[in-house]
């Protein structure tokens, strides 16, 4: 090692980048929501990956779980998942021994998802964990704020005008 390189290791502390301005972008819903978004999956990231289960595996065995004679179309529209994509998802679910597809007995054309014993064991481990994973993440929010955002993003995801106009 060198005298200088000695020099700036010990008597100069690593600069560190300077913050980068935002301002330009922080006017735009979608960037925050995106921010917003990249917090809450690292939240459900740390709290799930244990049980290795993916955000939209989760949904997927909650809304099974909520639902009877509820069917792989009905899945990709309430998720907005492409069919092939969800195809791909359900198939590595039922490897793992989550759900099955089943004939509906009302309409014996169409299959129907449905939990596993497993599936449902793991859909309440998860639902447990859920219950909190978010408190750290937005904690930043008092519960008036979080329901009022939870409202907002709602309202926006369902694409609806409000009445005020």
């Not at 008597?11 to 301002?23: C, G, H, I």
């Not at 740390?46 to 065995?61: C, D, R, T, W, Y």
């Not at 859920?130 to 904690?139: H, N, P, V």
Request: charged share 25%.
């Amino acid at each position: 090692m060198t005298a200088t390189q000695l020099a700036d290791d010990t008597l100069e502390p690593k600069a560190r980048p300077a913050a980068l301005d935002q301002s330009r972008l922080t006017h735009l819903v979608g960037y925050a929501a995106t921010r917003a978004s990249v917090e809450l999956k690292k939240s459900f990231m740390q709290h799930m990956g244990p049980l290795q289960l993916k955000a939209v595996e989760f949904s997927i065995l909650v809304l099974v779980a909520s639902n009877e004679q509820v069917n792989q179309k009905q899945l990709g529209q309430a998720l907005d998942v492409s069919p092939p994509n969800l195809a791909v998802t359900l198939d590595r679910m039922v490897e793992r021994g989550w759900v099955e597809r089943v004939r509906s007995t009302e309409d014996r054309r169409s299959q129907i998802v449905v939990l596993t014993a497993s599936g449902e064991k793991l859909v309440q481990r998860a639902e447990k964990i859920a219950s909190t994973m978010e408190s750290e993440t937005l904690q930043v929010l008092s519960a008036a704020e979080r329901l009022l955002l939870l409202e907002l993003l709602l309202k926006v995801a369902r694409g609806r005008r409000s009445p005020r106009g």
